[in-house]
């Protein structure tokens, strides 16, 4: 019975050994993430169209300003001071909603195109730079010239 068991603790610890070889044996790159966010030509045009409609914004704030000012009437005042509230506040939620989108789906096209360029130089793994201490291929520079 002893035996027994001790042929199965060996052929445990070497189906184990074996495992942790193998696992060890992938390959690894590892990604600067927000270099390549910052490289990204979708990110720069998000970021410039976001300052625009960020702009229309304050011109519509101006404006609503200089409207309401010219009311003399307290009751109209107030009226108009509530629909330029209620347009600000849609308008702002429509940018925000807009913005997210795009933003997930350039998190998308990014996340795919290190998985693409991983694939294609045989890395098994990817991981972020930020969480490695030591080791692995750094593959950035290939990704920012992808999405440039």
Request: aromatic letters at 6%; charged letters at 30%; glycine letters at 4%.
């Amino acid at each position: 019975m002893k035996k027994n068991f001790g042929l199965f603790a060996l052929t445990c610890a070497v189906i184990g050994a074996l495992s942790f070889n193998t696992a060890m044996a992938q390959t690894i790159a590892i990604v600067d993430v927000p270099q390549v966010v910052n490289a990204s030509k979708q990110v720069q045009a998000l970021k410039k169209e976001q300052q625009a409609k960020a702009d229309e914004i304050v011109k519509f704030i101006e404006n609503a300003r200089k409207d309401v000012a010219a009311i003399t009437d307290a009751n109209k005042k107030k009226a108009a001071e509530e629909k330029y509230t209620k347009e600000l506040q849609a308008k702002k939620e429509k940018m925000d909603k807009d913005y997210a989108d795009k933003l997930k789906a350039i998190d998308a096209s990014i996340s795919k195109q290190i998985e693409t360029q991983a694939k294609a130089q045989g890395f098994d793994v990817v991981l972020s730079k930020g969480i490695v201490l030591y080791g692995g291929k750094d593959i950035t520079a290939d990704i920012i010239k992808i999405v440039k």
